[in-house]
């Protein structure tokens, strides 16, 4: 399972990593500190589940749900 954790404090990211991985051994998690970053992830790979925080640096989570969304309508997305 790939999943992509975007939040812009590097404590919950790495937090939310280390859950994920150890309940789920075979889980991979790519990490994004803004919507820009996210963003050029999304570009360049698919994921199971993108995860978000509802308030970034450069966007909010709405705003980068519908980016998601007009790109990939079958994108998992939990907040």
Known sequence: MKILLVDDH???RQSLT???TT???TANC???PDGETCMEILKQEE???VVLDMNLPD???ITL???I???RPEQMILF
């Open 69 to 71: 969304k007009d790109r």
């Open 10 to 12: 590097s404590i919950i």
């Open 30 to 32: 790519t990490e994004a």
């Open 47 to 49: 994921f199971d589940l």
């Open 23 to 25: 309940e789920f051994p």
């Open 59 to 61: 966007t909010d989570g």
């Open 18 to 20: 280390h859950i994920i």
């Open 65 to 67: 749900t519908e980016w």
